[in-house]
């Protein structure tokens, strides 16, 4: 089982920029796949970025193409994203998720383990 506990969220104009945080411990991060999933009040949680054990590969949500970037440093044990261009519809809690393997998927259900979530909202 894997603990994540993110953190970075909070209140932005349009245009702004916010970087979020998720500091994994429990099984050895650098063998697992990390993603981004953010829920908007009375919607399903969705996906918005994905990458692989190394780094190597990410994958976006087409809502967030060219303006969200999902790193990750194994030796800290951390997962990032950083939102640039931040829109009103971009408001939603964000959570990071563990997936059971190497590359990760965009659905939910393949993720074992998430945390608590933290709270983006971007002003108009």
């Known amino acids: 089982q894997v603990q994540l506990v993110e953190s970075g969220g909070g209140l932005v104009q349009a245009g702004g920029s916010l970087r979020l945080s998720c500091a994994a411990s429990?099984?050895?991060?650098?063998?697992?796949?990390m993603g981004w999933f953010r829920q908007a009040p009375g919607k399903e949680r969705e996906f918005v970025a994905r990458?692989?054990?190394?780094?190597?590969?990410?994958y976006y949500a087409d809502s967030v193409k060219g303006r969200f970037t999902i790193s990750r440093d194994n030796a800290k044990n951390t997962v990032y994203l950083q939102m640039n261009s931040l829109k009103p519809e971009d408001t939603a809690v964000y959570y990071c998720?563990?997936?059971?393997?190497?590359?990760?998927?965009?659905?939910?259900?393949?993720?074992?383990?998430w945390g608590q979530g933290t709270q983006v909202t971007v002003s108009s």
């Open positions: 998720a563990a997936h059971g393997g190497r590359y990760g998927s965009s659905r939910r259900q393949e993720y074992d383990s």
């Open positions: 429990g099984r050895t991060f650098s063998s697992y796949a």
């Open positions: 990458i692989s054990w190394s780094g190597g590969n990410t």
